[in-house]
């Protein structure tokens, strides 16, 4: 019986995940071609719209940790047979976006102090606050559109999600090509058109979403159109766990924008082009994994909600051995044809492509580690352990990961920026510049893998209670000794 076992479980995951998958590839070809074309305008444009876009990703990841964080409440009910309960927490997860959108505006006036700190040249400053002040109108639909993809993928429609990115993606490309270059009769507005064409097409992506979520048989099924109002309750429940997702997404992305601005950013021009280039290639790897993770999140979610631990374990190992195969063969294929691939951006500038081929052979080590983060962390979030992941991300980043790649990546460090601290007082560092903060970077990846297996395979997250109602009933009447709850 163990053979037919195995093939229910990889056709399972691979029945959600490829549709997920799919969907992820077109944004990240989105973003693929956004830096192509915008790197044709020049080394400075490209330095400025990858830091640009990472801060408008990192300011919208709090809430949308809570909207993802949909599918763990929709994909738990769903396994309960209260389908109808997974509609409202959708509804609740777009109300709490609105409000982050709102709230997200507040950085508006101070996108000019944020990017002067990072000490750019004066010209990628400009370009990365134009960018990035256009891009903030989106943030509402990043997060509306976060919140239906969840509900999607929970309810085992990730179809739908996958469809609409893909209308978003060619539309964003094509009105790209119209807005930076000034194309049929439109104003050439080269930065700042990248931008409008990504926030039109995050608009559209919400509109496909929002119209199929009201339609007709989602409503019979589901009752998508009567679950609008507002629930205190249940929203508390989606905050109570989705705010340790969203400030562990906050964290990650975060920590990944001082890596880039206040670290690679700070050693040049070059420096940065050559490292924008290795991390578009980055994401072209590790956003099927990333796939994988949406995937494996309402998977384990529903297994926990028909209270079966064993299958949704055993379909998260079959999610990571699909991830580290093929985050494996991207290592390779980096590591092999490293410096072709990097002149697809920089054909002109072998000091660019030079640079970027190191760090793309750095990125083939930690692929395959990289996999099992990606993996673990969307079964801990299906199983609602989020708590847990933030302070291992917080503790990991600032005890370990900055302080190596700044080490790594100065001539020296100045302590005299801490309060307190005389100005005279400097670390030295080993100055190697980008090449110094990839290796850090690898090694913490590596040694976040270990930390993050353990605690999945040790299985404390089984005894998390995410509904309210289950809280209390625990509290009132405990389980009996011997029980599967206990």
């Known amino acids: 019986m163990e053979p037919p076992q195995r093939y229910e479980g990889l056709t399972e995951v691979t029945k959600m995940a490829a549709p997920i998958v799919f969907g992820q590839l077109s944004y990240v070809l989105m973003q693929f071609a956004d830096q192509v074309m915008v790197a044709r305008l020049g080394t400075a444009a490209l330095a400025a719209t990858g830091p640009a876009g990472l801060w408008f990703f990192i300011f919208s990841t709090f809430f949308l940790g809570i909207a993802g964080c949909v599918s763990t409440f929709a994909s738990q009910s769903l396994g309960r047979g209260q389908k109808e309960q997974g509609a409202s927490y959708a509804w609740q997860g777009i109300y709490i976006g609105m409000v982050g959108g709102v709230l997200g505006m507040a950085i508006w006036p101070f996108a000019d102090d944020l990017f002067g700190l990072m000490g750019h040249t004066p010209e990628v400053t400009r370009l990365g606050v134009q960018y990035f002040r256009i891009r903030m109108f989106g943030y509402v639909f990043l997060c509306w559109q976060a919140a239906l993809t969840s509900f999607f993928q929970a309810v085992n429609r990730p179809r739908v999600p996958m469809v609409a990115a893909w209308v978003a993606n060619i539309l964003n490309i094509g009105l790209n090509y119209v807005l930076i270059f000034g194309k049929f009769g439109f104003p050439r507005l080269e930065v700042a058109g990248a931008a409008w064409a990504t926030v039109i097409a995050m608009a559209i992506q919400v509109a496909i979403l929002h119209a199929v979520f009201l339609s007709k048989p989602l409503t019979r099924e589901f009752e998508t159109r009567s679950r609008y109002a507002f629930d205190w309750l249940k929203a508390r429940e989606l905050v109570r766990i989705g705010w340790p997702a969203g400030l562990s997404l906050f964290l990650d992305v975060f920590n990944w924008g001082v890596f880039t601005s206040f670290l690679v950013g700070r050693c040049g021009d070059l420096q940065m082009a050559a490292h924008n280039v290795a991390i578009n290639f980055l994401h072209v790897a590790f956003m099927p994994a990333v796939g994988l993770n949406h995937a494996i999140a309402p998977i384990v979610g529903q297994w926990i909600g028909r209270k079966n631990i064993a299958t949704a374990k055993q379909r998260t190992y079959t999610t990571l051995k699909l991830a580290i195969g093929f985050m494996t063969m991207a290592g390779l294929c980096f590591a092999i044809f490293a410096k072709p691939l990097t002149r697809i951006f920089f054909s002109t500038d072998p000091q660019v492509v030079e640079l970027a081929a190191v760090l793309l052979i750095l990125a083939a080590l930690f692929q395959a580690f990289d996999a099992v983060n990606i993996v673990v962390l969307g079964a801990l979030r299906g199983a609602g352990d989020t708590r847990w992941v933030m302070w291992a991300m917080l503790i990991g980043a600032y005890v370990f990961f900055l302080p190596v790649a700044t080490f790594l990546s100065m001539d020296e460090i100045a302590l005299s920026r801490i309060p307190g601290v005389p100005a005279a007082w400097v670390l030295p ?40 109602h289950d809280r209390i009933a625990e509290t009132k009447e405990p389980p009996l000794a011997g029980s599967p709850m206990t």
């Open 429 to 468: 560092g080993l100055g190697l510049e980008a090449k110094g903060a990839w290796i850090g970077a690898t090694v913490y990846i590596i040694a976040l893998s270990g930390v993050l297996l353990w605690r999945f395979h040790g299985e404390r997250w089984r005894d998390i209670r995410i509904f309210e």
